[in-house]
């Protein structure tokens, strides 16, 4: 089955903590995206990777990091400079370009112990 | 001009009646206008997506309507059932030169029995 997956499904993070948050596909695509969803509210793009090796900060980027070394793989790490990290995060992948359709993984829930 | 505002907020609707929720764009160089259907808990999924080029796409029950002098378009569920009380995102993008999708904030539907 290709598709995108994320875990944990749920995090807990203690106060200054880094945390990493797991995405991988298989469905081959080039651009790979992280968003994050308060309760309510749309979607606030992260950061944003069009290529291995290259990635490119989005709406919301100060305090989080972001690696793609791998085509498959773009994890997301939530640094203790997040000082309201508490959110639902989806990882989403396009087939290339930015203006594609985008294809999300079942999200995972971070919050704050 | 990168805003895609989106409403109603949420929207009450009585099983079998027509859902509607409306988008609004500025930008003219958008030329890919998707919508998606999150269930809580769940990413975000492609239902339906339309072109500039024609002014109305349907795919069972779901519709697209757009105006392109207007710059809106809209999503219109026929014959709404309690199955599709999901949140609903419209979405602005272009598909080449690298800018990326812009979402509307959201409308959380409520499909009563």
């Known amino acids: 089955d290709g598709g995108i997956t994320q875990s944990p499904k749920y995090l807990f993070r203690k106060e200054g903590q880094n945390v990493t948050l797991s995405c991988e596909q298989n469905l081959n695509h080039d651009a790979m995206y992280w968003y994050r969803q308060d309760p309510g509210q749309g979607l606030r793009l992260i950061y944003y990777?069009?290529?291995?090796?290259?990635?490119q900060k989005g709406d919301i980027a100060e305090g989080y990091s972001v690696s793609r070394e791998k085509k498959e793989s773009f994890p997301l790490t939530v640094t203790s400079a997040q000082k309201n990290p508490t959110a639902f995060y989806l990882c989403?992948?396009?087939?290339?370009?930015?203006?594609?359709?985008?294809?999300f993984g079942p999200g995972t829930r971070l919050l704050v112990l | 001009q990168q805003q895609v505002k989106q409403s109603p907020q949420s929207l009450i609707v009585q099983k079998g009646g027509i859902s509607i929720i409306n988008c609004a764009y500025e930008n003219t160089a958008f030329d890919y206008f998707p919508w998606y259907q999150q269930f809580p808990g769940k990413g975000p999924a492609l239902l339906i997506a339309i072109r500039p080029d024609v002014s109305e796409k349907k795919e069972g029950r779901f519709t697209i309507s757009f105006n392109k002098s207007a710059k809106q378009f809209s999503l219109h569920i026929m014959d709404s059932q309690p199955g599709d009380s999901a949140t609903y995102f419209c979405a602005a993008s272009m598909r080449a030169g690298g800018f990326k999708t812009i979402f509307g904030a959201g409308t959380r539907l409520f499909v009563k029995a």
């Open positions: 990777s069009q290529i291995v090796n290259d990635f």
């Open positions: 989403a992948s396009s087939i290339n370009g930015l203006g594609e359709t985008q294809y």
